[in-house]
């Protein structure tokens, strides 16, 4: 039994501290490896290129200061006058189309992973608001707004006298990057998201995940993700969307497939539950209506 305790709760202190790690942090100076295959593989990416362009810039700039110290003209140095060399031309020609390639290769992969979003065990839409999102969970009757928390909101109010370092939620200050209902997702089972808008154009971003899709009226784009630790990873809208563009924020809470089944089954169960009530009374006034017509017939 003591055993079994320690596996869990080292389990859930290795859970926390990677969703901790998966969300920016303030001073941040580089992108999250996140929380899914996608973004880690961005992450590796990001790196990668990176690096390449940290080794070109030192090759450059190294060549040019020593040609600059080496033949400066304090020294006597006369420039060279040629106008044409064949031999340079096809080497910085070549070698940067190479590097381009190298770089294309392992990004076009990456590319195209991130579109493939067949398989999916779970389709979620999205809809952009000004400035709220809406989830509905396709194939229940799980729909809900989600907007920014009560006590945000309170706080951002002009001359509101409330301290934005005040709202946390576990310790960690979560002003403006809360919200009343987060999305719940599973653990370890393939996403898919469609992602629209209703009236202007948003972007639904958690860097966790490792994508950010723009919302447009009208079109529907496509996204997936599956994440592989448990936790609460926080994102926002990514596209200027009018005045309160900065108090859009996403919420993520990814739960075990057997947590997250039990949620969904009981949310759809009050929705549907809620859903029958409201048609309830439309179904009982249809016979007295009904009847009315038939005595006015009648006479």
Not at 71 to 78: D, E, H, L, P, T
Request: glycine share 6%.
């Amino acid at each position: 039994m003591m055993a079994r305790r320690f596996l869990t709760a080292t389990a859930l202190l290795a859970g926390s501290a990677g969703a901790a790690l998966a969300n920016p942090k303030p001073w941040q100076l580089n992108m999250t490896p996140g929380v899914t295959e996608m973004s880690r593989q961005v992450y590796d990416l990001h790196m990668l290129i990176l690096w390449i362009c940290v080794v070109i810039g030192v090759l450059v700039f190294g060549a040019m200061a020593y040609a600059m110290f080496k033949f400066r003209k304090s020294k006597g140095a006369v420039a060279a006058r040629w106008s044409h060399n064949t031999t340079a031309e096809i080497v910085w020609t070549v070698i940067p189309v190479l590097i381009l390639v190298a770089m294309a290769w392992p990004a076009t992969k990456t590319l195209i992973e991130m579109a493939d979003t067949d398989d999916a065990e779970l389709t979620v839409k999205v809809t952009g608001y000004q400035w709220l999102w809406r989830y509905e969970y396709v194939g229940t009757d799980v729909n809900f707004v989600s907007k920014l928390d009560r006590d945000s909101d309170r706080t951002r109010m002009l001359r509101s006298g409330l301290d934005p370092a005040a709202v946390t939620v576990d310790g960690e200050n979560t002003y403006l990057l809360n919200v009343d209902r987060p999305l719940v997702l599973p653990t370890g089972t393939k996403i898919r998201f469609v992602i629209t808008a209703n009236d202007v154009i948003h972007s639904w971003w958690v860097p966790a995940l490792g994508w950010k899709q723009d919302a447009i009226p009208g079109f529907i784009n496509e996204a997936w993700t599956r994440i592989d630790t448990p936790g609460t990873y926080r994102g926002q809208c990514a596209e200027l969307c009018g005045k309160d563009h900065g108090f859009m924020p996403i919420v993520v809470e990814a739960v075990p497939p057997a947590q997250f089944a039990a949620w969904l089954g009981e949310t759809d169960a009050i929705a549907k539950a809620a859903r029958a009530a409201e048609a309830a009374p439309a179904v009982a006034a249809a016979p007295t209506a009904d009847a009315g017509a038939s005595a006015a017939d009648a006479q």
